[in-house]
């Protein structure tokens, strides 16, 4: 029988799991369409029209904050269904599970750490408005993208 220090654990974690989900998909539906309509993925024509996104988006941060909170408060609340598991003895796959999440949580952090709070410093470091020619892949998280879609091209 579970102590009520316990039952408050688990029902914080589930919370946190739900919490992040909620907060996931705010941001997510908040976040303005980055597709192929901005030009061909890693073309100039597509990173201007991401500068523009970024720039004319209200509440970009915000939005990214809820993109990022997600996934962590995910690996938050997850921590007691691992430790649910291991007490019945299943210590190998919610092991690996966990590791996954956490890791997949921290590689997410990075991309919106850069996509939401790095990007927007970016166009304005230039003295004009626009990305001058050969610079639109200044933004870390679209650079390494590039780099994906060239590596696929070859």
Request: glycine letters at 12%; aromatic letters at 14%; charged letters at 10%.
């Amino acid at each position: 029988m579970t102590q009520p220090r316990e039952k408050c654990y688990y029902l914080t974690s589930g919370l946190l799991l739900l919490l992040g989900g909620v907060i996931f998909l705010w941001g997510g539906k908040n976040h303005p369409a980055i597709n192929a309509q901005l030009g061909p993925l890693g073309s100039e024509e597509f990173f201007r029209h991401f500068v523009a996104h970024v720039l004319g988006t209200p509440n970009w941060q915000a939005i990214h904050t809820g993109i990022l909170a997600g996934p962590v408060l995910w690996v938050l609340g997850a921590v007691a269904l691992w430790d649910r598991l291991r007490r019945a003895e299943e210590s190998q796959w919610s092991s690996l599970a966990l590791v996954a999440l956490a890791l997949g949580g921290l590689t997410w952090a990075v991309a919106f750490v850069f996509d939401g709070f790095v990007a927007p410093y970016y166009p304005g470091s230039y003295p004009r408005p626009r990305i001058p020619p050969g610079h639109g892949s200044c933004f870390p998280v679209l650079r390494l993208i590039r780099s994906w879609s060239s590596a696929w091209d070859s």
